[in-house]
């Protein structure tokens, strides 16, 4: 057995549970100082402050620094080829995002440079992202497929993620994402494209255990409200649980389909309705929010107290992928929950590491610091939280631990 303590820690801050935190309690947090944390065999067993005393285990000085429970990413397409810097110079000339994807640009572009890579290379790449975000504090990720939308290339992708969940340090947990653009080759037959998600390319998925979500991008010139309510009904009949990229940049629904339909989350929200807020709030969903999405896009932020005061517990994700959001640092993500959304501190830690567990299914294991949980922790190089969500720009990772193994940041 394996034990260890990391002690002289400054100050501790956590949110608590395994569930989802909403309302005033989203805000709520634990706080130690002078803290110490003991792990065996890399979970937590317990913590404490300089008035319970440890001293077992191998010893780890955290120096007087703040330490918070690994960073939750619940929103990225990690397995991609190619990139699109080419998109740079058109979305200076305000270029609008939908229509380069109804040029054939966009995600269509990256579709076909994932299929001409090989599973080697694409785990070989997102592996490297994995590593980049791990050295930014992201201990837990999520990884959407979507830039294959056919069942082979599908599959090739969902495949990647269960390797790299396998062989690398961090957590990455699959979401089924066919529903990602309509292909081209199923432009006139957009009944046939519906069909071969339903009743070929989900059940494949689900049979091979391959992911625990199904996603779709509910927007204009996408899928509209209705097609997508088929396509998460087909993933939940398959035992798939919904979530939904809904309200990016139209509003057409897809908030209010979450909530009736019971999405564990729903995604970007950036125009997101009152009613749509109202039926997430009473449908239980996430409001994933991902608002270095909004600043790449140059676009609005979402409305984020809103969701809070109405009780939708509120998530914050990177969405990392190589068109609307080339960026897999949680650490700008929780600056811009501050500057933008207008979040506290403390609600910008929970929504980036409880709530975002809790928008993957993994709050019982992840997102706090407390006995029971996995020894996912990150190590700062701040006195405090508010230094954290203060500073912009620099990475100040100390140091990374994933289920008791530690990883230097910068
Ligand atoms: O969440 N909105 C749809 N999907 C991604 C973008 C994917 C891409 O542009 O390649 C998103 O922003
Ligand atoms: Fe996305």
Redesign the pocket.
């Known amino acids: 057995m394996s034990s260890q303590l990391i002690y002289n820690i400054g100050m501790l801050v956590t949110p608590e549970g395994n569930e989802a935190r909403r309302g005033a309690d989203q805000g709520r947090l634990k706080v130690l100082e002078n803290a110490w944390i003991y792990l065996e065999n890399g979970s937590i067993v317990a913590c404490g402050d300089r008035n319970q005393p440890m001293t077992f285990g191998e010893k780890y000085d955290a120096g007087g620094r703040l330490v918070t429970p690994g960073l939750v990413d619940a929103?990225t397409?990690l397995i991609?080829g190619g990139w699109?810097q080419n998109e740079l110079a058109m979305k200076i000339r305000n270029v609008p995002?939908l229509d380069i994807?109804a040029a054939g640009g966009?995600?269509l572009s990256?579709v076909k440079a994932t299929h001409a890579a090989t599973e080697e290379e694409l785990a070989n790449k997102a592996g490297r992202a994995l590593d980049e975000m791990l050295s930014f504090g992201t201990t837990t990720c999520e990884a959407k497929s979507?830039?294959g939308l056919n069942k082979k290339e599908e599959l090739k992708q969902l495949k990647v993620i269960k390797a790299l969940n396998k062989n690398h340090p961090m957590d990455v947990v699959p979401t089924f994402m066919g529903a990602?653009a309509l292909p081209p080759e199923f432009k006139e037959n957009r009944e046939g494209y519906l069909k071969l998600l339903c009743e070929e390319m989900i059940p494949a998925v689900a049979k091979q255990k391959l992911a625990k979500f199904c996603d779709v991008?509910c927007?204009t010139g996408?899928f509209t409200a209705e097609e997508s309510r088929r396509i998460l009904q087909a993933g939940l009949d398959n035992g798939l649980i919904p979530k939904i990229?809904a309200d990016?940049i139209d509003p057409i629904g897809g908030s209010q389909l979450a909530g009736e339909i019971g999405a564990i989350s729903a995604?970007?929200l950036i125009v997101c309705p009152d009613a749509g807020i109202e039926s997430m709030a009473q449908g239980g969903t996430i409001a994933c929010l991902?608002p270095a999405?909004s600043f790449y896009?140059n676009s609005t932020y979402a409305p984020a107290r809103k969701m809070i005061e109405a009780g939708v517990p509120v998530a914050m994700a990177s969405?990392f992928?190589?068109?609307?959001?080339p960026c897999l640092n949680l650490q700008l993500v929780m600056n811009l929950g501050c500057l933008k959304y207008r979040l506290t501190p403390e609600e910008v830690l929970t929504a980036v590491t409880l709530n975002g567990a809790a928008a993957i299914g993994m709050a019982d294991r992840v997102g706090s610091i407390e006995a029971g949980k996995q020894g996912d922790l990150v190590i700062w190089d701040a006195p405090d939280l508010n230094y954290l969500c203060y500073r912009l720009g620099s990475n100040l990772v100390h140091a990374v631990v994933k289920k008791g193994n530690f990883y230097r940041g910068n």
């Open positions: 929103h397409h991609f699109r995002y994807l966009g995600i990256t979507g830039y990602h991008f927007e996408v990229h990016e995604e970007h991902l999405t896009l969405d992928n190589p068109g609307s959001c």
